[in-house]
Structure formats: C-alpha cells, structure tokens
C-alpha cells in the first residue's frame, strides 16, 4: 500500500532527457536577430550553475550532498502510495499508484528545484533572489529554499492573489521573504501599471517584469524561474528516479505514467526517468499530460516559437502555446494558467511519446470531492487534473478487464484551496469549455514562420 525508500536512497544524480531526446531540441531565440540565445548572455539573470546545466547533454547530473541534505528536510524520499479504496469504489482491476509531492513544507514538488536553485546561488557568492509567483506554490517553495540557504529573497505576488490568498503571503513571509504585491512602486515598470490603474490586479507577466528589473538594478542579485526551462525539468526528475526504485522493490512497472502539465515541471519529473526507458528500450508504457480546457496549450495550441511570457521580455521558445496574448480564464488551477509548454515536452508531444489531454474544471473538481472522500487527501486544483485522468484510464481498464499499473503525480495538497473547493461544495462552479475563436486570436500573435 506505501512503499518507502530510506534515506540514503534519494537519487544522487538528476537524469537530463536532453541527452536522449529522439531529435535535437530547437534552441531559444534571441527575438531581434533571430538568432540563437548565447548561453553566456544568460548569466547575468540566472544562476551559472542553472544555465550550465541547461545546455547540458549529459545524460546524469550529480546532485550536491548539500541539495541532498535539503530534500530530506523537504520530505524526500516521498512515498509512494496505491489508492486502494478508490480502486474498490471504481471497481477497477487496475493497481493506481500516485507519488506524494503534497509532503513537501510547502505543499508541492516546486522544492525540489527551489532548493536546487537557491543552493547553486549561494555557492556562487550570490547574496539575493528575486521571482514571481502567482497563486503562491513557487514563491512559498523559493522562500523556504532561500531560508535553508541564508539568502534574501524578493517575491512579486499578482496583486489579486496579494489580496485574496494571504495565507500564501503569510507562509513566505514566515521564511523571511519580502513580498510586493504587483505590480509595485518598487520597480518602474511597475510604477508604469500603477499610474494606469491604482487597483491593478497585476499579472504573472508584469511580475516576471518586475522581478527581472530588480534583478537587473541591483548587485548580487540573480532571477529564479520554476517552470519551463530545461534545468528546472532536470531537478523535478528526482521524482521519477524515487518512484522507479520504489516500483523495483514490489517487482512492478508502470503501463500508464500521468502529470497535471502547467509549464511541465511536475509532468517531466515524474515521466522522463521512465520515458528513458520508452526510447531506449521500447517499453511500451503510455505517458498522458493532463491540462485544463480553459488553457488548452498541448491540446489545440500550434508548436512554433512563442515568447515565455507576456510582457515579451523574454528569448523566443519552441513549444506548443496558444499565443502569449492569450488570457486565461480565471480557473483555480493557477499553476496551470500558463500559455506554453516546457520546449522539451513539447517535441515529445510532437513525437508522439506523450498523449495529452484537457479536462473542465467542473469535472476536475469531482474527481478530486472523489479522491478526497476514498483516499482522504485533498488534491491541489492542478494536481486534480492528473487524478481525473487517472480515474479515467481505471474506468476505461475496467471496461477492457485488464489489469493496468498506473501511476500518477500527485503534486500536491489542497490546503490553501479550500475557498475553490467551497465554491465547488455550493456548486458556483462550470466547466470552462473554451472560446474558439478568443484562442484563434491568440495563435495568431505567435511567430510562426521560424
Ligand atoms: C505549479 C504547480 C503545478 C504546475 O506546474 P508544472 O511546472 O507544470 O508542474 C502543478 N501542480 C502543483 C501543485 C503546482 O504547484
């Protein structure tokens, strides 16, 4: 039912897909010339070590005795568990087993590359960080990572999520971080949005701008991202290198591998250990990405090369996007409310190695109420998604009569989401089925002709 690793089994190296992927991964764009991103440029934003690593095609990458430290006071290894009660309520002859990413101090799998960023950081003398952070998951997992490092750390929070999840603020604050509801007087880009609107409710792009120009005004200061980028992916693999231990020690192996995908962190740390095996051995596993309808970036998007972010600040990515201009609807996945896909996930999915999948957040929420009343945990918004794909793939095992072993991410728990779940418990929620045309529009702003 649980299936436990000591201590001194938590991977000593990450695995980078990179080295394996089955064509070469387009490099980012510098947006005015056209031409590829020097590595080098990178360094004055990111940590050395970060940018390294993610050009890097070695295949495994040794990870720090002090990073390995960190994880363990962040819950590693995380146990792997088998939802035995809903595989009863379902009837299914499937095995559905999900990793625990919600014992994280922060609730979430958005430690594993917090920790491996803020360390970096501090070896190379750096004395402060700056991000964005949304619905809270990242900030509050970079302000632990800071703690644990002694540095300072500046969060720009969207304003509307300043204002209505302050628990989020108070769990950063707790750990020391400065936090700035955005967009702020501290920046001028900032400044610029407040002039327009005093009660501006701010936006994931105007915070990455503004925590890119503090960075950039200021000494010792570097910016950190937890999504996206080729090296955040590479930390999150410890979750799948865990999991394939722990699923050797019961002589078991996964037939279906499923992730909730917003920028594919969670997704990629849980599948590429395995997906390794699928390109180099043929394995036959099936590998699902599960998104929201209302941003449906893998299911109805176009792979061409996009901006990251709003605000346009940012080198050219080859992915799957439904356009940078493209406003999601304001569903409580707020880690999924994102218009691209990590570039590596999107060849895979262009390849066909990765099925994907949308679901309405009406339907997602009962599969979490579902989960809730047969596993006793409270799956995060977006860690819904992958548990309605999983009870799907048990139905759908139950109707062929076989006996799958499916295995999905659970990213994390559903605590600071409680309001979302009594809006679902007083049924004020929809399934947002998307605006065809507001996305068409959207696709269009993305440069597709490279
Ligand atoms: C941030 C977050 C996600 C989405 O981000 P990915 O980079 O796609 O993993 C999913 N689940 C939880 C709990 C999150 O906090």
């Known amino acids: 039912m649980k299936i436990l690793l000591d201590i001194d089994e938590i991977p000593k190296y990450w695995y980078n897909i990179l080295a394996d992927l089955p064509k070469v991964l387009p490099p980012p764009l510098n947006p005015q010339t056209k031409t590829p991103v020097n590595p080098d440029d990178l360094k004055r934003i990111f940590v050395e070590e970060c940018v390294k690593q993610e050009v890097s095609t070695e295949r495994y990458i040794k990870i720090p005795e002090e990073i390995r430290e960190v994880y363990i006071k962040a819950g590693r290894p995380t146990p792997l568990q088998r939802a035995t009660k809903l595989e009863e309520i379902l009837g299914t002859p499937a095995k559905i087993f999900f990793k625990r990413e919600d014992v994280s101090p922060t609730g979430s799998h958005k430690t594993n590359t917090a920790i491996a960023q803020a360390y970096y950081a501090h070896k190379e003398g750096v004395e402060r960080l700056t991000t964005e952070t949304g619905a809270g998951q990242w900030g509050s997992a970079l302000a632990f990572s800071a703690a644990m490092f002694n540095l300072k750390v500046t969060i720009y929070m969207t304003r509307s999520s300043y204002l209505q999840k302050p628990y989020r603020k108070?769990?950063?604050?707790?750990?020391?971080?400065?936090?700035?509801?955005?967009?702020?007087?501290?920046?001028?880009?900032?400044?610029?949005?407040?002039?327009?609107?005093?009660?501006?409710?701010?936006?994931?792009?105007?915070?990455?701008?503004?925590?890119l120009e503090d960075c950039l005004t200021h000494e010792n200061t570097k910016y950190c991202l937890g999504s996206v980028l080729n090296h955040v992916l590479l930390h999150q693999t410890v979750i799948g290198l865990e999991t394939k231990k722990q699923f050797e020690k019961i002589d078991e192996y996964p037939d279906i591998v499923i992730g909730c995908v917003g920028g594919g962190s969670n997704f990629a740390g849980i599948s590429y250990p395995f997906l390794h095996d699928k390109i180099k051995k043929n394995t036959e596993t099936e590998f699902i990405a599960a998104e929201p309808t209302a941003v449906p970036s893998l299911t109805k998007g176009v792979y061409?090369?996009?901006?990251?972010?709003?605000?346009?600040?940012t080198p050219l990515l080859k992915m799957f996007t439904i356009g940078h201009t493209y406003r999601p609807p304001p569903i409580h996945a707020g880690g999924l409310r994102y218009h691209g896909a990590a570039p590596s996930l999107s060849l895979l999915v262009k390849e066909g190695l990765v099925r994907v999948r949308a679901y309405g957040q009406l339907d997602v929420f009962e599969a979490a109420k579902l989960f809730a009343k047969s596993e006793g945990l409270v799956p995060a918004p977006e860690t819904a998604h992958a548990v309605k794909a999983a009870i799907d793939e048990a139905i759908k095992a139950k109707k062929e009569g076989k006996k799958k072993v499916i295995l999905f991410n659970f990213s994390g728990h559903g605590f600071f989401d409680l309001q979302a779940y009594r809006e679902h418990l007083e049924g004020k929620l929809t399934n947002y089925n998307l605006v065809e045309d507001k996305i068409m529009e959207s696709v269009k702003t993305v440069i597709s002709d490279l």
Do not use: C, Q, R
């Open 304 to 313: 061409a090369y996009d901006y990251g972010d709003t605000g346009e600040m």
């Open 170 to 211: 108070i769990l950063m604050e707790l750990f020391g971080a400065e936090i700035f509801p955005s967009p702020s007087n501290n920046t001028l880009i900032g400044k610029k949005f407040l002039k327009k609107d005093p009660n501006h409710p701010g936006s994931l792009g105007i915070a990455i701008s503004e925590a």
